[in-house]
């Protein structure tokens, strides 16, 4: 809602909680080289700085400044502020200003009030919200596979590595056995060695 004060010359702008509004500043084309702000009316007649535009020979100007935005259209003599997501404390007069020199000159003041939003009107933005939260569990999926994935392939070159170690372990014991039958052996021959080749010696002499 826009409404004008003839007496004080002040644009009123009334909007709810969590709206967008825009103001449009207009100046003097040939003023498009003097910088140009967006401030804040407080007591005792100061102005607190919100927003300044950028230069206006840059191709985008425009900057922002938290929910606050302002662009600057040179050719059109043409000043856009924007203010989202407004919020109660938001309300307030505040003004276009152009600067140069120490020179201020005020091109519009704009009383700007909140109104309290219903709780009606926020509904429409809820299935944004299912919407956003239904895309996620793909992406949980694909993170459970990989998961699962990594742990079967672990488990795959642990088996590997069992069946290397397993099997250097048996070529060892197949080393060491022959050494130990030598020596198994030995004393058998011995023990014929007394009873048979002794008797042969004695029937001999």
């Known amino acids: 809602l826009v409404a004008s004060c003839a007496a004080e010359n ?12 825009s103001v449009n500043c207009s100046y003097e ?5 003097r910088d140009k ?32 935005s302002i662009r600057d259209n040179a050719r059109a003599g043409l000043l856009t502020v924007t203010l989202r997501q407004l919020r109660r404390e938001d309300a307030g007069l505040y003004q276009c200003r152009t600067h140069f020199l120490g020179e201020t000159k005020s091109l519009r003041k704009v009383r700007v009030e909140v109104l309290e939003a ?10 944004r919200a299912v919407q956003s939260i239904s895309r996620s569990p793909p992406e949980v999926d694909f993170t ?8 079967l392939v672990a ?11 397993a099997h250097s372990r048996r070529s060892r ?17 011995a023990d014929l060695g007394r009873d048979g080749i002794g008797l042969s010696w004695e029937s001999s002499a």
Request: hydrophobic share 40%; aromatic share 10%.
């Open 37 to 68: 702000s967006w401030c804040r009316q407080l007591e005792r007649g100061r102005c607190q700085h919100v927003a300044s535009a950028p230069p206006a020979w840059l191709p985008f100007a425009r900057s922002s400044r938290g929910s606050t």
């Open 155 to 165: 488990k795959f070159l642990v088996a590997v590595l069992l069946c290397v170690v």
């Open 29 to 33: 084309p040939g003023q498009w080289w």
């Open 173 to 189: 014991d197949r080393g060491q056995n022959p050494g130990l039958g030598e020596q198994q052996v030995l004393p058998l021959r």
């Open 144 to 151: 459970i596979f990989y998961i699962l994935a990594g742990f």
């Open 10 to 21: 002040v644009t009123v702008v009334a909007a709810l909680e969590g709206d967008t509004i």
């Open 118 to 127: 219903d709780p009606v009107t926020h509904v429409p933005e809820e299935p």
